[in-house]
Antibody, heavy 121, light 107 residues
């Protein structure tokens, strides 16, 4: 059974760096085709894809946020960490961690419950 | 970036109705399209993958069709549980992009 869980601060101040951790189980990021990604959703708005990291350490980032995002993986801990610098109020929203397997059609088939991040001084 | 445009933005229908939501891509994405359902306060849930594949555990009243730039999600026999916002998403090329969502209300 695949599960993912996001953890991190609920409140960050403007200009600070956000660090979120996705801890997963039921699969390995050493398995070919597997990726873990991040998606966010501002309150009342649509979903926005942020980043993906794959089993082979390939990274993909949203171009609009590329300079602010870093995604790393720790396969021994079954964790993926998202770092976003220079946070602002527009970055407020729910951040989701997702599973993808590009060798089985490739949508985001498992999602974490999400974690709400508020950017405010 | 590939733009995904959904219509309508909101939809009101009665129990038992057949409902169709459309998603258009700004360029061809072959069949690399997914549909998600998001109930209020919950994480999205995958319904359809590769345009027409029904995700395991999803009721058969949900179906998807289309290829290229035009896609539809159909709910045959609307149930109270289907009150949610529905999103399409292309995964043909990076950056992956979502539609703006279609909010489905039950009359």
């Amino acid at each position: 059974q695949i599960t993912l869980k996001e953890s991190g601060p609920a409140l960050v101040k403007p200009t600070q760096t956000l660090t979120l951790t996705c801890t997963f189980s039921g699969f390995s990021l050493n398995t070919g085709g597997v990726g873990v990604g991040w998606i966010r959703q501002p309150p009342g708005k649509a979903l926005e894809w942020l980043a993906l990291i794959y089993w082979d350490d390939d990274h993909r980032h949203s171009p609009s946020l590329d300079s602010r995002l870093t995604v790393t993986k720790d396969t021994s801990k079954n964790q993926v960490v998202l770092t976003m610098t220079n946070m602002g109020p527009v970055d407020t929203g729910t951040y989701y961690c997702v599973h993808q397997n590009i060798e089985s059609s490739g949508p985001f088939d498992y999602w974490g419950l999400g974690t709400l991040v508020t950017v405010s001084s | 970036d590939i733009q995904m445009t959904q219509s309508p933005s909101t939809l009101s229908a009665s129990i038992g109705d057949r409902v169709t939501i459309t998603c258009r891509a700004s360029q061809s994405i072959s069949s690399w399209l997914a549909w998600y359902q998001q109930r209020p306060g919950k994480a999205p849930n995958l319904l359809i993958y590769k345009a027409s594949g029904l995700q395991s555990g999803v009721p058969s009243r949900f179906s998807g069709s289309g290829s290229g730039t035009e896609f539809t999600l159909t709910i045959s026999g609307l149930q109270p549980d289907d009150c949610a916002t529905y999103y399409c998403q292309q995964y043909d090329s990076y950056p992956y992009t979502f539609g703006q969502g279609t909010k489905l209300e039950i009359k």
